[in-house]
């Protein structure tokens, strides 16, 4: 499965001409995109400060990486217990959540297509692999008490569900958390499509894109101090700019539906409930004056 907008640090960057015209710093702290005017640098905040009414379904897209925590490969149970943990304060809320996971920690289709391996072939490789991320997470947080289904777009009977919207809605009606896995079932989209495409169809207001860095940067941070966050951006801001906070096509998709997105810190404790209640929080992508118009 081609994870490509999803590397392992999170990131959301642009590319090269976008780092060096997309975005301009001014006194104020407030940048202003190359020929428009809806992408905003990040300011202070009072951190109850509301940017939209809380929402109570939304879709978490989970990256594969963050299950590795620190490592190249693999699950990191520590890791996948303070996302379990951030996930259930959102739960004990009110708030209907379902998860998409990646598998980039286990293979990532358009690398292993570019060691020789059939593309297609390649992503039913990786869209097994969020398979396993899927029982992982799912294990931990029925540990800490809260009934969860994983349904998978690939039938596996005996570890998941199939995908059946109207089952899902219900589970979530229910209080249990739905985890998604094998992405779309077919090759050539991403974990982040799929996660878009979920969340349309089960009705959420809102995907939350959970990374390792704290919103989305027009140049990655770790290399470039001077990089702007931006506090909140239009869909066509991140198409045109070229920022990698998902694919495009999953971006698109949101875009075409006006569904918001929000890219923050996953790691950092209660952000995931802070961004279901509308406080400022990482990078809002929406419509200018648009985002409770799913409500």
Not at 120 to 130: H, K, P, Q, S, V
Not at 214 to 223: E, F, K, Q, S, T
Not at 230 to 256: G, H, P, W
Request: net charge neutral.
């Amino acid at each position: 499965m081609d994870n490509s907008a999803d590397r392992g640090d999170g990131a959301a960057r642009a590319t090269g001409s976008a780092v060096r015209e997309g975005a301009a710093t001014t006194s104020n702290g407030r940048a202003a995109a190359e020929g428009g005017g809806t992408a905003t640098a990040a300011e202070p905040a009072a951190a109850t400060e509301r940017v939209h009414s809380p929402w109570r379904r939304v879709v978490v897209k989970l990256s594969g990486e963050a299950f590795s925590g620190d490592e190249p490969l693999g699950i990191s149970p520590s890791v996948v217990q303070r996302i379990a943990q951030e996930i259930v304060a959102v739960v004990k809320d009110g708030v209907q959540v379902a998860a998409v996971v990646g598998g980039g920690n286990m293979f990532r289709g358009r690398e292993l297509a570019e060691s020789g391996i059939d593309r297609a072939r390649a992503d039913y490789m990786g869209m097994l692999g969020t398979v396993i991320n899927c029982l992982a997470l799912q294990d931990v947080l029925e540990k800490l008490g809260v009934d969860t289904r994983v349904q998978t777009a690939i039938t596996m009977g005996q570890v998941a569900e199939p995908y059946i919207p109207r089952r899902a809605i219900r589970h979530l009606e229910k209080g249990r958390i739905v985890i998604f896995g094998a992405g779309l079932g077919a090759p050539f989209f991403s974990t982040d499509t799929s996660a878009a495409q979920r969340a349309l169809e089960i009705g959420a207001e809102a995907l939350l894109k959970g990374t390792q860095v704290d919103g989305v940067y027009d140049a990655d941070p770790r290399i470039f101090p001077g990089a702007v966050r931006f506090q909140r951006l239009d869909y066509s801001d991140v198409l045109r700019l070229e920022l990698k906070v998902m694919d495009t096509t999953a971006v698109s998709l949101c875009m075409d539906n006006d569904l918001p997105i929000v890219v923050f810190d996953l790691l950092e404790k209660g952000n995931v409930v802070r961004a279901v209640r509308g406080e400022r929080i990482g990078t809002l992508v929406s419509r200018p004056g648009g985002i409770d118009a799913r409500r």
